[in-house]
């Protein structure tokens, strides 16, 4: 019997992503992720629907999802379907399908983490406050520079 086991997602976080840590010590990060698709129906009437998927990064790729991804995020994961099975805590049987992630790749313009977006927005705005102290510093010297030109003449 042959069997093949491949699943291909692009699309958007929906939540940040949280990194927790098993009691070994493993990294583990689940990505949320809502996938758009676009058709037509037998009307030529433009419909969108939205599947939410759960992607399930493990190791280091986990601690480096959580460092540089964020809400709105676009990703592009390649992994494996996985099913797990577990009780609750009233006794009843619970099941999911997720995406084991065998590699997730950054969709998104580089330099766009969680870690360094205010940063740069702060050091932008000192950039600002700088270039106007400087225009003023070149003013104050250029009316100084007026005044003695003046001044000898």
């Not at 599947?51 to 592009?76: D, M, R």
Request: glycine letters at 6%.
């Amino acid at each position: 019997m042959a069997s093949y086991n491949k699943v291909l997602l692009m699309g958007n976080l929906t939540k940040d992503p949280e990194l927790r840590y098993t009691p070994q010590g493993t990294a583990v990060v689940n990505l949320r992720l809502a996938v758009n698709r676009k058709y037509r129906t037998k009307e030529q009437e433009l419909k969108e629907e939205v599947c939410f998927i759960t992607a399930v990064v493990w190791n280091k790729q986990a601690e480096t999802c959580n460092q540089y991804l964020h809400k709105g995020s676009s990703v592009f994961v390649e992994g494996r379907l996985q099913s797990r099975s577990w009780e609750d805590n009233t006794g009843a049987k619970r099941s999911v399908i997720e995406v084991r992630a065998e590699r997730v790749q950054f969709m998104g313009a580089p330099g766009q983490s969680k870690a360094s977006s205010q940063p740069a927005q702060v050091h932008a705005e000192a950039l600002v406050d700088d270039a106007s102290s400087e225009s003023s510093w070149l003013s104050e010297g250029l009316d100084e520079t007026q005044g003695s030109e003046e001044q000898s003449n």
